[in-house]
Each structure stands twice: as structure tokens, then as C-alpha cells.
Antibody
Framework: QVQVVQSGADVKKPGSSVKVSCKAYGGTFNTYKVSWVRQAPGQGLEWMGG????????NYARKFQGRVTITADKSTTTVYVEVRNLRSADTAVYYC??????WGQGTLVTVSS | DIQMTQSPSSLSASVGDRVTITCRAS??????LNWYQQRPGKAPNLLIY???SLHSGVPSRFRGSGSGTEFTLIISSLQPDDIASYYC?????????FGQGTKVEIK
């Protein structure tokens, strides 16, 4: 059984960056695929990218390449997603998904001037 | 990239009705497809993986089928607890994609 805990809600200005964390408790973290999924208000789920901590090379949805970075810290079993040059359309709940079944509680990121 | 077309976008049915949701892939994804349920204000939950395998603890009224490009999620007898949005997710390539979602309401 894996428990997933994400960092808390954040409010950012347009043009700034945000970094959201996802910590896993239990399981063999380093071998799991960890994905980031976001959901804008009233909209559907959108896969952003993922990483296998043991391998370390992330892959990204084409829409997010160049503006999003996913990293993993094996020592703390934590994965991060950083989104740069934020705009209002990035206002969303950001979810961490470990393997196919373990979801974090979600982190609301609000981009507002 | 593989596009997932999910239909309908919403539906309203009575308790006890059979409900069918479809996902079509723009190319062959074999059985690399999962289905998720998302209740309002909550994180999604895995229902079905590998197109037709029922995730542990999921009621047997949920059934998934299909392979290749056409997939179906069936709720055999709709219950009030099933009010939620449902999403398919293809994981065939390293570029995962979700369907647009289906919102299920009770008549």
C-alpha cells in the first residue's frame, strides 16, 4: 500500500513559477512511474508528464515541453513538478499519480495578479 | 500523439439502469487502457486496468471491455453512489492521454 501526500495550495503571480511536491510512503518508490495530472476548474483530467525515479529521465506531454520540469529525489521519495512562466490558464488542481492507482490529494495552484 | 475520444460527455439515467461509456483511440493501443471514477471535489479512483481487469475493491457492476481502438465501460445497474465523472486513460505510449470525461447523473 502506498500513501501519497502533496504540498499545500499556492497562489502565484502571472509570469512566476510554482513547484509542487509529491511524497510517497510505502512501496518501492524508485521503481514506480510517477505522473503529474492537472485539472482546471470545471474541466477534465490532463496528463502532464511522468518519471521513474530509478531511471530519472522524465517525459512530458508535448504541450508542456519546455515549460514544465519533473524531478525526483530518491533519498526522500519525493517527486516534484515545476511550472514556469505561469499564466491564468495554469490555474488548476495538480495531482500526483503513482503507478496507475495511487493518487495524491491534489494541490490547488491559483495564478492571479 | 494518440487522441482519445470519449462519449457521451454527459448522461442522465435512473437507478438500476445499465450505463455505457465509450472511448475510441486514434490508433491501436492494444489493451493499454484504464478507467477512472472521479467524484465531485475528490481525486480520481482506479476502476478498471488493462481494459477489462477490475481493480481490487471495485463493485462487480463495473465492467470494462475492448481492445485495439474501441473500449467500453459498463455500469450494469446504476447506483446513487455512482454519481461521478468517468475518464479513460491510454498508457500505450510514453505520451499518456485521457478521454474528455463523461459526467453521470441520476434522473
Amino acid at each position: 500500500q502506498v500513501q501519497v501526500v502533496q504540498s499545500g495550495a499556492d497562489v502565484k503571480k502571472p509570469g512566476s513559477s510554482v513547484k509542487v511536491s509529491c511524497k510517497a510512503y510505502g512501496g518501492t518508490f524508485n521503481t514506480y512511474k510517477v505522473s503529474w495530472v492537472r485539472q482546471a476548474p470545471g474541466q477534465g483530467l490532463e496528463w502532464m508528464g511522468g518519471i521513474i525515479p530509478m531511471i530519472g529521465s522524465p517525459n512530458y506531454a508535448r504541450k508542456f515541453q519546455g515549460r514544465v520540469t519533473i524531478t525526483a529525489d530518491k533519498s526522500t521519495t519525493t517527486v516534484y513538478v515545476e511550472v514556469r512562466n505561469l499564466r491564468s490558464a495554469d490555474t488548476a488542481v495538480y495531482y500526483c499519480l503513482i503507478t496507475r492507482q495511487y493518487w495524491g490529494q491534489g494541490t490547488l495552484v491559483t495564478v492571479s495578479s | 500523439d494518440i487522441q482519445m475520444t470519449q462519449s457521451p460527455s454527459s448522461l442522465s439515467a435512473s437507478v438500476g439502469d445499465r450505463v455505457t461509456i465509450t472511448c475510441r483511440a486514434s490508433q491501436n493501443i492494444d489493451t493499454y487502457l484504464n478507467w477512472y471514477q472521479q467524484r465531485p471535489g475528490k481525486a480520481p479512483n482506479l476502476l478498471i486496468y488493462a481494459a477489462s481487469s477490475l481493480h481490487s475493491g471495485v463493485p462487480s457492476r463495473f465492467r470494462g471491455s475492448g481492445s485495439g481502438t474501441e473500449f467500453t465501460l459498463i455500469i450494469s445497474s446504476l447506483q446513487p453512489d455512482d454519481i461521478a465523472s468517468y475518464y479513460c486513460l491510454q498508457i500505450h505510449t510514453d505520451q499518456w492521454t485521457f478521454g474528455q470525461g463523461t459526467k453521470v447523473e441520476i434522473k
